[in-house]
């Protein structure tokens, strides 16, 4: 990737930050845990029955009173999980020869499951030559709920269900208040072991306050090396309106319609405690940005064209069709911890390595009128114990734009943290976050005030450019008070930030800017993965449009070491690497 690679200062930080945990990660021990000689061992024994015993919520309990009963079904909307929901992610079937070694991974599989709080698969014998495997789960609480508040009173509500009536379907959907334009909607839609199999459908509906999109998939990802192929299938439509910040006028929206649909299916060859990954890629996309900016004004509900040229001529549209091969390395075992990304919550943290790349040639067929081909690639690396850990991850792609050493739409975004846990109620988190673009096609600019990606307490700020760097120190006390039903925390945060100007419209290279602010935080019940936090964040240097920010969202951490941010993610070329490889 020639252009990224040339990048700025704190790319190539986060490119050695990489290198060094990877380093680090091929020299540490993956090996498996020691087996605990007082248990049952299972080692070539035959697998002759498996019993599941699914429980609800650990608030609910093994034997719920009716008041119980009562917050499972009315409050939390909670139905126990139906057992083939289970059964669908155990990767391990009758007549398998069992291993003590494999039991701790089909455990974690189950586990990783959004419905599921926690899960242990253990061998027991059958009275005879073979073992049963018993599995127990736990559910989590599945109710979603969220909303907002500003001065003019309600402006978003969203409720949902993890996991209704126990089948594994998760449906969310979320209103906000559209001002002077239509409301927003949205419907968010997974079902969990489609088939009775470990596959994943979703499906996404919006109708934003201008435009909107709608994407559906089906994958089967790689969850654990006891699998042999994975594969995806899915495709978006957006009809959307990508906005523009300018520091001294007004916002500006520019249109993008874009069709996107990807397949791809991978096979696991392995060598030792390595694995090898290869198979087929297909990509297709049909892009149509506008070349005109437009002002969305609060008054007549109508947009009405800006007073800049910046867009004319400036993006092409374009239809691609390729094919290619989609290959990975993977070396990694898991680790369990607690208190990292949730308060006493376990999770599962990744050590070893993981590689996966795509390799695609444009092709003149399907109406193509660009025919440049597609490079990607994802990394994870990660290292440490559960009391100190470092992790990696950077997904990056680019198209040849010629011959020679021209290429374009390079985009690359990636993460490196480090946990530090001093004692066992109190957990130090530091993270940087780069995400950035280069030559774009499609409408692009990251924002510092982007309330997921940007520096908390700068929402709104009319700070943008092409790349972007957030480093995050946190320090949280996990046990700062406990409930009956929940657990109760505190974090002292300070955000830090800057962007570099780059080549996309109305970029600008800043000094950094900081905020530092305090949380409280809650988990229902105590040893809940999810998260509910109530940040307030003060900025402590120029140009942010309030001197206090409030924010109350729940969240779950623990399943994804580094989600793309949500502003960068749409300029992506749709290679389905992330999602046939199943990432940490």
Known sequence: MPSILRGDRAFRALVAGALTAVAIGAAGSLGAQSPDSTRFHCDGKTVTGIDVESQPPAIVGRDPSAIRRFMQHVLF???????????????????????????????????????????TVTAVSDGADGVRL?????????????????????????????????????????WRDGRAFRDGLSLSMRQFGLGGGPVVAELDARREPIG???????????????EHIAWYVGGAHEDAYRPFVRPAAAN????????????????????RSAGFLIGPVVTYEHARPGNEGFIASDSGGQLLLGDSTTFKNRYTPYQTFRGGLAAGFRWIDYMRVSGFDALLGEQDVARGI????????????????????????????????PRSFIGV???????????????????????????????????????????GGWRERLPLQLSLGDPASGIRGYNGAAIAGG??????????????????????????????????????????????RASVGVSLLAAVPQTSRRMLRADLAVPVTGNAPKKLVFRVYAADMTRLFWRDPSDLAPVRAGAPTTAIFGWP
């Open 467 to 512: 790349r972007r760097m957030v480093v995050r120190l946190e320090e949280r006390q996990n046990r700062f008070a406990t409930g009956k039903y929940s657990q109760w925390g505190i974090a002292f945060f300070t955000d830090i930030g800057k962007t570099w100007a780059g080549d996309v419209p109305f970029g600008q290279t800043t000094v950094a």
């Open 252 to 271: 500006l929206l520019v249109s993008v319609r874009r069709d996107v649909w990807a397949t791809g299916a991978v096979a696991r060859f392995s060598w």
């Open 77 to 119: 909307q909670s139905g126990t999980t139906h057992e083939s929901r289970i059964r669908a992610f155990l990767l391990a079937r009758i007549d398998q020869r069992c291993s003590d070694d494999w039991l701790p991974e089909l455990a974690r599989v189950v586990r990783a499951e959004p419905y599921i709080a926690s899960a």
């Open 393 to 435: 991850a950077m997904r990056g792609e680019e198209l040849p734009a010629g011959g020679g050493d021209s290429w374009s739409a390079g985009v690359l975004s990636g993460r490196s943290a480090w946990y530090f846990k001093p004692s066992a109620g109190a957990t130090f988190v530091v993270s940087a976050e780069f995400s």
């Open 354 to 385: 993981q590689l996966a790349g795509t390799v695609e040639r444009g092709l003149g067929i399907a109406g193509a009128t660009d025919q440049t081909s597609l490079v990607s690639l994802n990394l994870y690396s990660g290292v440490g114990t």
């Open 134 to 174: 018993k599995v127990e789960t736990v559910d989590e609480v599945p109710v979603i709920i969220g909303g907002g508040v500003t001065k003019g009173g309600l402006s978003n509500v969203k409720y949902g269900n993890s996991n209704i009536g126990g089948t594994g379907l998760l449906a969310a959907g979320q």
């Open 212 to 226: 909107g999109s709608f994407s559906a998939d089906v994958t089967r990802p790689f969850l654990s090396d006891l």
